[in-house]
């Protein structure tokens, strides 16, 4: 069984729970994090140094840390083939499509665009830089677009591991205050991850205990 640190509304531990749904795998998860606290303790740098969420462990394993290398175990330990594949060429095009996901989505949506619109006060929110932030990640998530023209997912007529980096960011993005542009097939994309089981459980959660006061 895997044991979990990370509260469920952190972006990087929706992630790893919808990985987790997806592979169905018994877990326990426990709240640290915001407003439960727990990351300073003794106990919690034990497990990871860093003071950060997620982090699991295997069994009696050695606990792991870092979201991007927590994924690719469960998938290189748990997924079939079509989730991670074996054959070196297929793995790294679903790994390519992972990194950029992690690199140029999650990080250039969470902290200039998602920080500011939820997690600022009004009063302090830099509004010309949100809409600098979302043009930016715009012009990255229309490579995203392109690619969803000709596939069911972001590799391909399957769920792979890349569309866990990208889509668990599409809830966030489609929800907040934020003006748009029209990328059609990432919103096709974003309602059929919409209607997997493991999205809606574990991704498409509210957010509202994060917003400024």
Known sequence: MLTIWGRKTSSNVQALMWCVGELALDFQRHDVGHRFGGLNTDAFRKLNPNGTIPVIQ?????????TAAILRYLAKTYGEDEFWPRNPIQQAEVDKWAEWA?????????????????????????????????????????????QLSEHTFLCGSCLTL??????H?????????????????????????????????????????????
């Open 58 to 66: 295997d069994d009696t394993l050695p606990p792991l840390w870092e």
């Open 162 to 167: 890349a569309d866990i980096q990208l889509g």
């Open 169 to 213: 960011i599409l809830y966030r993005y489609y929800n907040i205050e934020i003006s748009r542009t029209s990328l059609p097939n990432l919103r096709r994309y974003y309602e059929r991850l919409a209607d997997r089981a493991a999205y809606r459980n574990h991704v498409m959660i509210s957010y509202d205990e994060l917003r400024a006061g």
């Open 102 to 146: 992690k690199i140029n989505i999650a990080m250039a949506f969470t902290v200039p665009v998602f920080w500011q619109v939820v997690r600022t006060s009004q009063a302090e929110r830099d509004q010309q830089a949100v809409k600098n932030a979302v043009t930016a990640l715009e012009s990255k998530l229309a490579i995203a677009d392109a």
